[in-house]
Nanobody
Framework: EVQLVESGGGLVQAGGSLRLSCAAS????????IGWFRQAPGKEREGVSC????????YYADSVKGRFTISSDNAKNTVYLQMNSLKPEDTAVYYC?????????????????????WGQGTQVTVSS
């Protein structure tokens, strides 16, 4: 059974940092792409970042480029999202999702409907 468990969310002041973790189990990690998505109240879920566990290629939304860093520890089956210089507009529920790389038409931009496996989400709140 595929499972994704996010952790690391919380409340932080603008300019602060958080590191989200996505612990994966139940599948061969190296064959998958892991995406981070976020959904703010009243808005659609959007792709934030993506990493291909097979070759380590990474992708970022323009809104987070230079502030967020995605990384993967394949030995631990865990993907991280280091978020620095956080802004109030980063406030959202953050989800990690997984999909077989071969089933994705493209890695970026990441589209929520293309991912079959999702975590429960973790809340990130950035106060001004």
């Amino acid at each position: 059974e595929v499972q994704l468990v996010e952790s690391g969310g919380g409340l932080v002041q603008a300019g602060g940092s958080l590191r989200l973790s996505c612990a994966a189990s139940g599948f061969t990690f190296d064959d998958y792409a892991i995406g981070w998505f976020r959904q703010a109240p009243g808005k659609e879920r959007e792709g934030v970042s993506c990493i291909s566990s097979s070759d380590g290629s990474t992708y970022y939304a323009d809104s987070v480029k230079g502030r967020f860093t995605i990384s993967s520890d394949n030995a631990k089956n865990t993907v991280y999202l280091q978020m620095n210089s956080l802004k109030p507009e980063d406030t959202a529920v953050y989800y990690c999702a997984a999909e077989t790389v071969l089933l994705l038409l493209r890695l970026w931009p990441a589209t929520p409907k293309d991912y079959d496996y999702w975590g429960q989400g973790t809340q990130v709140t950035v106060s001004s």
